[in-house]
């Protein structure tokens, strides 16, 4: 129960990796703010408080100011206070390559991506230090990284991220307010289920994570745990740092190139 009575903000808990991280942070005693943009963030409410937890659900869209502050005032109103904050949300832009890729594209990715969890820090960090500690955990990617593993407005997004987290940490200084992020490698996720739908369609499930030596992807409550770990007192000493959780893709980030000139097959 190492978030018992906590009260913990998950963003982009509707489904996939915040889904799974919400119903963990309930088990371990904590009291959930689920937060998306979508019905799933009261679906996720639902399956918390059926299992014997505490929630509430919010719709927000995690790269709008005043809905992240909204956010933020609803677990202080409700559970007196902030410990953690887990800034999950994100989208994928898709996968085009640079040149495909116009401003609004990446404008709207950068938005959800990275202003995004900048804004989960900038609102949440002052409540959380008034408890005395607490953490921030973002979610990054091995995109990241780097290249090989999503197209440029995502990598870059996510890349941003990575920085953010540790310039984060710097500034909070004093404050007991840790910020980490993870880097998922593939995971089934809202995100990339046509992917996985495909392979099972296709009978190709073996090809999906072949490039790592894990040789698979990987489920939401692997990824979840690790970012449980990060908020938790069992990572009191970690801080400012970027967690790769990816079957140990990216200690080579083996990947076909995309030449200039020519549309990748």
Known sequence: ???????IIVTGAGSGIGRAAALLFAAEGGHVIVADKTEGADETAHLVTQAGGTAKAIRIDAGIEDD?????????????????????????????????????????????NLIGPFLAIKHAAPRIAERGKGAIVLTASVAGIRSGAGSPAYSASKAGV???????????????VRVNAICPGLTETGMTKPVFDYAREANKMDRVGRLNPLQRGAQPEELAKVALFLASD?????????????????SSHPVTRQEYGRTAA
């Open 162 to 176: 990575i920085n953010l987290a540790a310039v984060s940490a710097q500034q909070l200084t004093g404050s007991n």
């Open 68 to 112: 992240v502050i909204r956010a933020v005032t609803l677990a202080c109103d409700s559970f007196g206070g902030l410990d953690v904050m887990f800034a999950n949300a994100g989208i994928s832009g898709g996968m085009a390559n640079l040149f495909d890729t116009d401003v609004a594209l990446i404008t709207e990715v950068l938005r959800v």
């Open 234 to 250: 069992d990572a009191s000493y970690v801080n400012g740092q970027a967690i790769a959780v990816d079957g140990g893709l990216s």
């Open 1 to 7: 129960m190492r978030f018992e009575n906590k009260s």
